[in-house]
């Protein structure tokens, strides 16, 4: 996804040996990091590959034994399992969702020139830097229903309260607003530098041609910053289906099990059951799943860029 | 990518008198509009600098008022003289430190690899290291950890934070070293210069503002990092993310410690957020946008 520039660093080798030297070079550069990644990421995930095919329980004693592809089948038709990946997309597009068009919104305000621009700025980016669990326990006080401000805010606009993170209806909703006002900014900031990068002539041409804001927004500046604006929806994406830290502070998941997204049931199934090999298939399951999304999405994005 | 200059102050183009006040509308406008975006993210941070400083009384008031009307250091006292907090804040600070350092020194060459190659399959490498779920490298590490007898270590965390500072320095920095010229690499070539010599000499100065830029992202990732000090720390290794949650356990419904500890694990990232603000925005739209 990230688009090399054609000439950069063209030195093109004159023969094969000074090609091969160059190669040597290249993974002499490389190796330490991409050793570093095999032991910590590529060891991991092949070692969960493997678990995923036994039956190991951590707190039991008998040996392990591999069950072939059992997990997987038992997957298929746990309801627990699928309801979490339910509530888990579900996250995910209304999160991600909102936080596009508030972000684009906010960049294309921020834009304009106003007294202080700079700072304001600068103090709509804290979110994307704050501690996501500090700021969790920050929503967990504001939305308790007896003492929070939120539900005081409610009360005194004549609303009736809201249950928020404690209530089986309002926990998700709950979760997509803080996730939101974590995340919004990020998409400003990408949509910002997109912005910047905006040729002026098609908004000369509009304002000869008396073309109303709106047209200009729509016709113009949205098409044009598309490509800017699919990089903060693939990450976005990626992120809000991988989201713990905000759930496991605010909620574990809770009540019941009303806001347990994929991550959330397979941190219950590997530490709170200590059934590893069952995990390590949700493991691996929920890997392939962001994998081939964020693929489709490099793929439709070239395709894109080439008609 | 470098040309990106987000915060840039452009000047708008002069016009004519008769304008002058619509175009200082435009901006009184604009001005509101953005306070009606920004308020609700300050507010969140104001509630919970308001509340680390209000006494029980005020918190558990049924009528709040926005600022403390008798502010109080006490939950401040509280949690740095229960608890060895100086400690937790050194085991955070021990951990982004050597993820972010070994991220650099491990990522920085590889990054200018795949810049100066343009080894497009490493990148796709390092875009799916990006996207891993944090979670599936945290049951083969619990079993190893426990089988060397590594759990309760910073070293531990140190190396699990790698897997978000690592591929973060790279990404950001194929940018930079992108945008550097083809001349200078030749005229290093010409005056004899190795390959590694223009990568330390030449480039690396060169790409300074990047370096800052991916230093501060990394170890903001890793100081914000909660899941492997939860499930891998120990009491020797706590980090600070988890010990504020650990406070939401043991003081039920009492918010003024909670918020304190929030304030405090937040403050030195927003310090150095208002700080680096330059280098961080250059830093996390890195890749984004082709300059």
């Given amino acids: ?307 | 990518m470098r040309s990106v200059e987000v915060f840039a102050p452009k000047r708008p183009p002069s016009r004519g008198r008769s304008n002058r006040q619509t175009e200082r509308l435009n901006r009184a406008l604009a001005l509101g509009t953005s306070l009606f975006f920004v308020l609700p993210i300050l507010f969140v941070f104001f509630w919970m600098v308001s509340m680390s400083f209000k006494t029980q009384v005020e918190i558990s008031s049924a009528s709040p008022t926005l600022f403390p009307a008798a502010p109080t250091l006490s939950w401040y006292q509280d949690l740095l003289t229960r608890m060895p907090f100086g400690g937790y804040f050194l085991n955070s600070l021990i951990v982004g430190v050597g993820s972010t350092g070994l991220g650099l020194a491990f990522g920085l060459p590889a990054a200018y690899a795949i810049a100066r190659w343009k080894l497009t399959g490493a990148s796709t490498a390092v875009l799916i290291t990006r996207i891993i779920p944090a979670i599936s490298y945290l049951i083969p590490w619990f079993i190893v950890a426990k089988r060397i007898g590594l759990t309760d270590s910073l070293f531990l965390l140190i190396l699990l934070h790698l897997t978000v500072t690592l591929p973060l320095v790279i990404w950001i920095m194929i940018g930079f070293f992108e945008a550097l010229p083809d001349e200078l690499e030749q005229a290093a070539r010409v005056d004899g210069c190795s390959t590694w010599q223009s990568f330390v000499k030449i480039a690396l100065p060169l790409v300074q503002p990047g370096l800052v830029a991916a230093s501060i992202l990394a170890f903001i990732s890793s100081w914000n990092n909660f899941l492997f000090a939860a499930v891998l720390g120990g009491p020797n290794s706590q980090t600070l993310p988890v010990v504020v949650y650990n406070l939401l356990s043991f003081e039920q419904a009492n918010w003024g410690p909670l918020a304190a500890g929030a304030t405090l694990v937040c403050l030195p990232i927003v310090l150095a957020t208002l700080f680096f603000q330059r280098y961080l925005v250059e830093g996390l739209t890195a890749g984004a946008v082709k300059g």
């Avoid at chain 1, 054609?6 to 290249?26: D, M, V, Y």
């Fill in chain 1, 1 to 307: 996804m990230r688009m090399t520039s054609s000439s950069k660093f063209s030195t093109a080798p004159r023969n094969k040996k000074s090609r091969r030297l160059e190669g040597l070079t290249a993974l002499a550069f490389l190796s330490p990091a991409l050793l570093l990644i095999a032991l910590i990421v590529t060891f991991p995930l092949l070692y969960t590959l493997f678990q995923s095919g036994t039956d190991w329980v951590l707190t039991n004693p008998r040996p392990q034994q591999f069950i072939g592809l059992k997990n997987y089948a038992e997957l298929t038709g746990d309801s627990r399992a699928v309801a979490a990946l339910v509530r888990t997309v579900l996250l995910t597009v209304f999160s991600v969702g909102l936080q596009m068009v508030l972000g684009v919104g906010m960049a294309v305000v921020m834009n304009r020139h106003f007294f202080r621009r700079g700072l304001v700025r600068t103090l709509a980016l804290l979110p994307i830097v704050a501690t996501p669990v500090a700021i969790s326990l920050v929503f967990v006080i504001m939305m308790n229903p007896s003492s929070g401000i939120l539900n005081l805010g409610l009360k005194s606009l004549g609303l009736p309260p809201l249950a928020w993170i404690y209530g089986e209806n309002t926990v998700l909703p709950s979760l997509v607003l803080v996730d939101t006002w974590q995340w919004t900014p990020f998409v400003m900031l990408i949509a910002l530098a997109g912005l910047a990068t905006l040729p002026s002539e098609p908004y000369e041409a509009a304002r000869i041609d008396g073309a109303t804001p709106w047209q200009t927004f729509s016709k113009i500046t949205l098409p044009l910053l598309m490509p800017t604006l699919f990089v903060a929806l693939l990450f976005r994406t990626i992120d809000t289906l991988k989201l713990f830290d905000t759930i496991y502070a605010m909620t574990q998941g809770g009540p019941g099990t009303a806001s347990e997204t994929v991550n959330l049931y397979l941190y219950t199934l590997g530490f709170t059951y200590f059934r590893m090999g069952y995990a390590s298939s949700l493991v691996i399951a929920l890997f392939a799943l962001i994998l081939g999304l964020a693929l489709l999405l490099i793929k439709r994005r070239r395709q894109n860029a080439l008609s």
